[in-house]
């Protein structure tokens, strides 16, 4: 324990921040569903937060760096040298943003075996929840609403034929993005059925149906051999 508030009070005292986009911030240190996979020691627990803007992937993989290389170097290595630290869990607390980027987030996730959440106290919207898609096991506690994907830019000129076109292939990038995070094809379903105007804040036992809470059938096969392995 009071390694854990050392750890705790050593990340704080470096958050990170944005100007502008999303922002990501320490908030926990082995906290519950934070699991030590692939040998490591530590497993960090960031809070992201904001509305999701190009960049944010890249800010997402610079912070799991820079947050790992602050335990590894000034925590394990004093005792011991064990290597180990890692970034995973998420929570997420977001109105939405960029679609594109939303999908880089969360394959960046997938690729980290990260476990993603929405707190109680947080609502996750829109792309919001095509970056939480991306986690290997998802924990929707708080508010978690989808809508149709729409911006002046996806859409282009306001004639029915081409933005009919541009909207069903930036339809078939969010549903390989979806099959590769091995979610089912009703969530992109939903999506498509609630207006871009509004939001429709999924229940349960929804979220459950669609995937939104659940576990990637690999990820749970894998987690299992691992701890099925002798000490």
């Given at each position: 324990?009071?390694?854990?508030r050392?750890i705790a009070?050593l990340?704080g005292l470096v958050a990170s921040?944005s100007v502008?986009g999303g922002e990501?911030s320490?908030?926990d240190?082995d906290?519950?569903?934070?699991?030590?996979?692939n040998?490591?020691?530590?497993c960090?627990?960031?809070?992201y937060s904001?509305?999701i803007?190009?960049?944010?992937?890249q800010?997402l993989?610079s912070?799991?760096?820079?947050s790992?290389?602050?335990?590894e170097?000034?925590i394990?290595s004093?005792?011991?040298g064990?290597?180990g630290?890692?970034?995973g869990k998420?929570?997420f607390?977001?109105?939405?943003?960029d679609?594109?980027?939303?999908?880089?987030?969360g394959?960046?996730?997938r690729d980290?075996l990260i476990?993603t959440?929405v707190?109680?106290?947080?609502?996750?919207?829109?792309?919001?929840?095509?970056?939480y898609?991306?986690?290997v096991f998802r924990?929707?506690?708080?508010?978690v609403?989808v809508?149709?994907?729409?911006?002046?830019d996806?859409?282009?000129?306001a004639?029915?034929?081409?933005?009919s076109k541009?909207?069903?292939?930036?339809?078939?990038?969010?549903e390989?993005?979806l099959?590769?995070m091995?979610i089912?094809t009703?969530?992109l379903d939903?999506?498509?059925n609630?207006?871009?105007?509004?939001?429709?804040v999924?229940?349960?036992?929804?979220?459950?149906?669609?995937g939104?809470?659940?576990?990637?059938p690999?990820?749970?096969?894998?987690?299992?051999s691992?701890?099925?392995?002798?000490?």
């Amino acid at each position: 324990m009071k390694m854990q508030r050392f750890i705790a009070g050593l990340l704080g005292l470096v958050a990170s921040a944005s100007v502008y986009g999303g922002e990501f911030s320490f908030v926990d240190v082995d906290g519950p569903a934070c699991e030590q996979m692939n040998g490591s020691t530590v497993c960090l627990t960031l809070l992201y937060s904001g509305l999701i803007t190009k960049g944010d992937n890249q800010k997402l993989i610079s912070e799991m760096k820079r947050s790992t290389q602050i335990i590894e170097e000034s925590i394990l290595s004093s005792v011991g040298g064990r290597p180990g630290a890692r970034v995973g869990k998420i929570f997420f607390n977001s109105p939405g943003g960029d679609l594109f980027e939303a999908m880089k987030v969360g394959q960046t996730i997938r690729d980290n075996l990260i476990v993603t959440q929405v707190p109680s106290n947080s609502s996750c919207y829109s792309s919001c929840v095509i970056a939480y898609l991306g986690g290997v096991f998802r924990v929707p506690v708080g508010r978690v609403g989808v809508h149709s994907f729409y911006s002046k830019d996806l859409v282009g000129p306001a004639e029915y034929a081409s933005a009919s076109k541009r909207y069903d292939a930036v339809s078939a990038e969010v549903e390989a993005y979806l099959k590769a995070m091995r979610i089912p094809t009703t969530f992109l379903d939903e999506m498509k059925n609630t207006p871009h105007y509004s939001v429709k804040v999924l229940e349960f036992e929804e979220m459950r149906r669609l995937g939104v809470a659940g576990i990637d059938p690999v990820y749970a096969q894998v987690r299992q051999s691992s701890r099925d392995k002798p000490k």
